[in-house]
């Protein structure tokens, strides 16, 4: 088992059975595409929401171990805007996961001062479920912890469709100048501004692919893979990242 821990607050090391994470270097801001619920609920002859419902309960999991670790934002990629597309009752049933999420475990992460915060377009998100989502937004808003970033009813082109319009919006008043646009000026017309760009992508199930996520955020991040589902994903999985994250040649001005 990997995820014996011993000397957590004694020393700069995290030691499991197989390998040693060093605490001063952990990604800071981890992003994570929780992808395989509906495969693992079918390789039980299960619903596909029994698979989401499975999932939720990891994500709790790994707030949990990302915050012991020292991570600063984690992004989870909850709904995309073709998410949409699935069939209509579990779409609803999805929609009603933030609320459980948040009636099961807010109490827990404002002990452990996280900061719930959400990227996506809010319309179309139906009503409970901002509801839901404000009210936690809200709870959590003087916590200087962990940020905890959904991505919801997302989608990275149409991010920066809207940024980019809002941002010729802006030039057309005069507000700014087209010749002062630089990078920076763009990323902060993205919905990640307020965590930046993640370090580490995580994707499970054995897909590689982006998928229409954070893509102007993920251009120098390290990108793993796993094929483990989501709902098998664990705090020593998450361990594992960190660790080949940290064992990875960083190149500059290289590829
Ligand atoms: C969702 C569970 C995880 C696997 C991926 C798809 C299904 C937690 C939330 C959530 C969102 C906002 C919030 C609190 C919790 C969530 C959706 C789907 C739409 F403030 N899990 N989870 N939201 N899944």
Do not use: C
């Not at 700069?12 to 495969?39: C, Q, W, Y």
């Not at 099961?104 to 839901?132: D, F, H």
């Amino acid at each position: 088992m990997l995820n014996k821990l011993t000397n957590l607050t004694k020393t700069k090391k995290v030691t499991t059975e197989n390998f040693e994470l060093d605490l001063s270097r952990v990604p800071s801001h981890i992003a994570v595409i929780m992808d395989g619920n509906g495969r693992w609920a079918r390789k039980r002859g299960l619903p596909r929401i029994a698979g989401h419902r499975e999932g939720m309960k990891v994500v709790r999991k790994v707030v949990k171990r990302a915050n012991e670790l020292g991570v600063k934002a984690l992004t989870m990629y909850a709904f995309s805007t073709e998410n949409w597309k699935r069939p209509k009752p579990e779409v609803e049933f999805i929609m009603k996961l933030p609320e459980q999420f948040l009636m099961a475990y807010l109490p827990e992460l404002i002990e452990e001062n996280v900061r719930v915060r959400i990227m996506g377009e809010k319309e179309g998100i139906p009503s409970y479920t901002l509801k839901a989502v404000n009210e936690a937004m809200d709870r959590t808003k003087d916590n200087d912890g962990l940020i905890l970033n959904f991505a919801l009813n997302y989608g990275s082109r149409y991010e920066i469709t809207s940024g980019v319009r809002q941002l010729a919006k802006e030039i057309e008043q005069g507000k700014i100048k087209s010749d002062d646009v630089t990078e920076e000026v763009i990323g902060s017309y993205m919905m990640s501004k307020e965590v930046g760009d993640p370090e580490l992508l995580i994707r499970t199930s054995g897909e590689m692919r982006l998928s229409n996520f954070m893509l102007w955020q993920l251009a120098y991040t390290e990108l793993w893979f796993t094929d483990v589902y989501w709902p098998d994903f664990s705090a020593s999985d998450l361990d594992k990242a960190i660790y080949d994250f940290q064992n990875r040649g960083r190149r500059f001005g290289g590829v």
